[in-house]
C-alpha cells in the first residue's frame, strides 16, 4: 500500500493537511509522511471547507466565531449563540435510547436517584427498542425485557418496541430489531437534533447530521429524570473523500482506510465530519456504515452533512420538522484528512484491532471456519444486497457455514422480497439458499454481543470467523464456564470482497456478561468511555 503524502497546498494551510490517497504525490519529500501512522497535530488551524450543496444559513443567531456542524448543533441545544472545544455545556435531549442490556441499569438509576414514583422528563422523547438478548430461552435474559415492559406501561412511554413472542418475530408487530438501524427506520434520527443512547454505535445516527452519541447507565438515568446532559464540545476532525468511487468499494472500506490511517485511538473523544464528492455519492445506509464505525478510532460522534438524499429518506420516516446545520466556511477543524477515493482497494481489518487493515487480496489464501452477515454494521438492506451480488456472480456453494441476521424486520422483508438486480427476478434469500447459506435469522444483534449460549451463530467452540460486524465480535462460553484456551478471532470486511478471505488464528478473543443478582439484568462488563470492553481477570474478555 503506497505511503500517505501530503498534497501541495496553500502554505496559510499547509500545517495540518493531508492527502491520503494512494497515488504517487508530487509534493515535495519535505512533506512526506510514515505509512498509516503520522501523529495529528493538535493545533487548530483555519482550513476552508468545500462547497456543500443545499447550504442553509446558520440558525444559532449572530456567528461572531465560525462553527462545525458539531459545534453549532450543540451551541442550540445548549441555547448558546456559539461554542468552542473543550467548553462543557448543559445540552438538552432530542432523543434517549435504550436498550435491554442497558435499560434495566439505566432505570434502576433514573428510580434511585429520582425517586420510585418519579416521571420522565417527556415520555415522547424516549425511545425503548429490546434487540441484544432477544431469542433466547435464558429466564434472566428474558427478565431484562420484562424490566423495560413493566417501565414502559408505568411511564406510558410512546416509543418502545415490544417483542412478547419469541417463537415468531413476525407475530410481534411492534418489534424492530437492531437499535441504530430501527432508530433510522422509525423516524428518530433528524438533522440538527441531539440523540443519545446507552449503546457506543449510537452515532450511526450522525449520517442524518444529527450530534449522536454513545452514554452510560449513569449518564442515562440522569437523562430519564432531567432531560439534559452536560457534555464537553468536541473539536472535529474533517475527513474529505473525492473521486468515483468503484463498484468494488463499500462505505465499510471508506471507514477501515481512516481507521487505519489515524489508528483506533485517534479520533477519541473528537467528532469526525465527513464531506467531499464521494460521501455525497453514498445512500443513507452506506453513510450510517461510515458513522457507525467512528467509535472504533475513539470518536465522540461521526456527522456527514445533509442533503438531497437525507431529506428523502425522511419524507415517509417523520412528520416533525428539523433545522440542519452546515459548517461555516471558515470553520477551525483540529486536523483535514483528503482521500482519492478512486484508488482504493477493498480492505478488511484482521485481528485484534480495526485499525490492523489489509489489503483483501493480500488475505485471500488464509482459512476460515465461518462466516457471519449481520448487526447495525453490516446487517442493512444494502449489505445483504452485496452479499448476494457475490454469490450470484461465482455460481458457487459456500464451503463454511455462513450466518445471515437482518437488523430489523425491515430488513428481514426486504432480503425475502426485493429483487436483486440482474438475477433474474431472484431474491436475496433465493440466491442465498442456492449458495447453501442457513436461513435468515430473526433480526436482532445476534452473536455480535453475545449472550446466552442458545444465541444464533454464537460460537460455542475454537475457530476463525469472517465477519461484516464492527468490533471483530463474536463470542464463546463466559462466566465461571469461561475457556481461556478458545481460537475465535474474526477478521471483518464489507460485504463484497467477503467471499475471497479465508483467515485462522491462535489466541482467544470474546465478549462476557454478568449477570447482576441484586437488580436481575444482564450488563456487559469492563467497558471503556468509548464503549469498547476491557480484558477482565478470571472470566472471558473482549480483546479490541
Known amino acids: 500500500m503506497a505511503s500517505s503524502t501530503i498534497a501541495p497546498t496553500p502554505i496559510s494551510f499547509i500545517l495540518n493537511k493531508k492527502d491520503l490517497g494512494f497515488s504517487a504525490s508530487s509534493a515535495p519529500s519535505l512533506f512526506s509522511i510514515p505509512k498509516c501512522r503520522r501523529t495529528v497535530s493538535k493545533k487548530i488551524c483555519s482550513v476552508m471547507a468545500p462547497q456543500q450543496s443545499e447550504r442553509r444559513p ?24 456559539q461554542l468552542s472545544p473543550g467548553e462543557n455545556v448543559w445540552v438538552n435531549v432530542d432523543i434517549l435510547m435504550t436498550h435491554d442490556v442497558c435499560g434495566p441499569g439505566s432505570i434502576g438509576i433514573f428510580k434511585k436517584e429520582f425517586g420510585e414514583n418519579a416521571k420522565v422528563w417527556d415520555r415522547e422523547k424516549i425511545v425503548i427498542i429490546p434487540d441484544h438478548y432477544i431469542f433466547t430461552s435464558d429466564e434472566r435474559a428474558n427478565r431484562n425485557v420484562d424490566i423495560l415492559r413493566d417501565f414502559c406501561m408505568e411511564q406510558n412511554i410512546k416509543y418502545f418496541y ?42 450511526t445516527a450522525g449520517a442524518f447530521g ?61 467528532s469526525m465530519e465527513f464531506v467531499g464528492t464521494t460521501v455525497e455519492s453514498l445512500t443513507m445506509e452506506e453513510r450510517m456504515t461510515l458513522c457507525n464505525m467512528v467509535v472504533e478510532a475513539g470518536g465522540k460522534n461521526g456527522v456527514v452533512p445533509p442533503d438531497s438524499t437525507t431529506y428523502k429518506y425522511l419524507e415517509d420516516k417523520t412528520s416533525l420538522a428539523y433545522e440542519p446545520v452546515y ?64 454469490f450470484l456472480a461465482s455460481g458457487k456453494k459456500v464451503k463454511v457455514p455462513t450466518f445471515l441476521v437482518p437488523a430489523t424486520q425491515k430488513v428481514w422483508m426486504d432480503v425475502y422480497g426485493l429483487e436483486v438486480p440482474g438475477s433474474g ?4 434469500s433465493q440466491i442465498f439458499e442456492e ?33 461484516v460486524n464492527n468490533k471483530q465480535k463474536l463470542p464463546w462460553p463466559n462466566g465461571t464456564q469461561g475457556r481461556p484456551d ?11 470482497c467477503f467471499d475471497r478471505l479465508r483467515y485462522r488464528s491462535q489466541g482467544v478473543l470474546a465478549v462476557g456478561y454478568k449477570y447482576h443478582k441484586s437488580v436481575g439484568y444482564f450488563v456487559p462488563y469492563q467497558r471503556r468511555s468509548n464503549g469498547r470492553a476491557e480484558k477482565h481477570n478470571g472470566s472471558c474478555c473482549l480483546d479490541v
Open 162 to 203: 415490544d417483542i412478547k413472542d419469541l417463537g415468531n418475530f413476525k407475530a410481534n408487530p411492534d418489534y424492530k430489531g437492531v437499535c441504530h438501524i430501527a432508530l433510522a427506520q422509525e423516524g428518530h434520527c433528524r438533522p440538527g437534533e441531539v440523540l443519545l443512547g446507552t449503546d457506543s454505535h449510537t452515532c
Open 486 to 496: 478458545i481460537s475465535c478471532f474474526p477478521i471483518y470486511c464489507s460485504s463484497i
Open 435 to 467: 449458495a447453501g447459506c442457513d436461513t435468515p435469522a430473526s433480526p436482532s444483534c445476534g452473536a455480535c454481543l453475545g449472550g446466552p449460549k442458545d444465541t444464533y451463530a454464537r460460537m460455542n467452540e475454537p475457530m476463525a470467523s469472517l465477519c
Open 58 to 81: 446558520s440558525t444559532t443567531g449572530s456567528v461572531k466565531t465560525a462553527m462545525t456542524m458539531t459545534e453549532k448543533i450543540l451551541a442550540r441545544a445548549s441555547e448558546k449563540p
Open 327 to 390: 459548517s461555516d466556511e471558515q470553520a477551525r477543524f483540529l486536523s483535514e484528512y483528503r482521500f482519492d477515493v478512486s484508488k482504493m482497494e477493498p480492505l478488511v481489518a484482521k485481528p485484534h484491532s480495526p485499525d490492523n487493515r489489509a489489503l483483501a487480496r493480500e488475505c485471500k489464501d488464509v482459512k476460515i471456519d465461518r462466516v457471519y452477515i449481520g448487526s447495525c454494521t453490516g446487517g442493512k438492506t444494502e449489505d445483504f444486497m452485496a452479499a448476494a451480488k457475490v
Open 210 to 270: 444529527q450530534f449522536a452519541t454513545g452514554i452510560g447507565n449513569t449518564d442515562a438515568g440522569f437523562v430519564l429524570g432531567a432531560g439534559k446532559l452536560l457534555l464537553k464540545v468536541p473539536p472535529t476532525l474533517r475527513f474529505v473523500m473525492d473521486g468515483e468511487m468503484p463498484s468494488y468499494l463499500l462505505a465499510k472500506d471508506l471507514i477501515l482506510q481512516i481507521i487505519g490511517e489515524i489508528s483506533v485511538s485517534g479520533a477519541t473523544y473528537k
Open 425 to 428: 427476478g431472484k431474491t436475496c
